[in-house]
């Protein structure tokens, strides 16, 4: 089982949707967790970060933790053209050097 | 403000080959990394650095070779190219370290490298 599993995708929803992107992980350590969002041929960029269970909100984002289902969504409200993207979740123990990635999920907002 | 600056952006090598993917940052970060992506998979770790001449391996070292002589530069060398080792590089820098506080990594826009 790999450690971090990411709904592959790709979406494509209409302008406006509410856009829900999933990831499950397997070790109990990781205590970190971000979305990253990645343009085309663009490096990643942070886009939520949280540590605690529980809802995390950032305007149209929402970064929802469940850490005894071992368990992470990412929400977005009225979704955009401009939303398009892979967002990539990730997660890290306390202490590592090192973050786990997940596959990513291409999201296609049509206007 | 630049950022974190990859060159080059494309690159075709043969086998056997070698390379050096460079990465500066303009931002005064400590903290260096080089990841590698391969098509529909996350983001592996090959390199770190904590500071000027200090590296260490990430997920993925084999076949790679890292130096930092310098607080703004880290570049990845490719010894010995092989098909593997096609993927899209990424470099990134950050203030703390480990990054699991609220500072981001700054990535850069990445390499993209094939070895046929």
């Known amino acids: 089982q790999k450690e971090v599993e990411q709904d592959p995708g790709p979406l494509s929803v209409p302008e406006g949707a509410i856009v829900s992107l999933n990831c499950t992980y397997s070790?109990?350590?990781?205590?970190?967790f971000m979305w990253y969002r990645q343009y085309s041929r663009k490096g990643p960029e942070l886009l939520m970060y949280t540590y605690s269970s529980g809802n995390k909100e950032d305007g149209r984002f929402t970064a929802q933790v469940d850490k005894s289902s071992k368990y992470i969504s990412l929400f977005i409200r009225d979704s955009q053209p401009s939303d398009s993207a892979t967002y990539l979740c990730a997660m890290t123990e306390a202490g590592s050097y090192q973050l786990t990635f997940g596959k990513g999920t291409k999201l296609s907002v049509i206007p | 403000n630049a950022g974190v600056t990859q060159t080059p952006k494309f690159r075709i090598l043969k086998i056997g080959q070698s390379m050096t993917l460079q990465c500066t940052q303009d931002?005064?970060?400590?903290?260096m990394y080089w990841y590698r992506q391969d098509p529909g998979m996350g983001l592996k770790l090959i390199y770190y650095?904590?500071?000027?001449?200090?590296?260490d391996k990430g997920e993925v070292p084999n076949g790679y070779n890292v130096s930092r002589s310098t607080t703004e530069d880290f570049p990845l060398r490719l010894e010995l190219a092989a098909p593997s080792q096609t993927s899209v590089y990424f470099c990134?820098?950050?203030?703390?370290?480990?990054?699991?506080?609220?500072?981001?990594?700054?990535f850069g826009s990445g390499t993209q490298l094939s070895v046929l």
């Open positions: 650095s904590v500071g000027a001449g200090i590296t």
């Open positions: 931002m005064n970060h400590n903290y």
């Open positions: 070790n109990s350590a990781f205590q970190y």
């Open positions: 990134a820098s950050s203030d703390f370290f480990p990054p699991s506080t609220n500072e981001k990594l700054f």
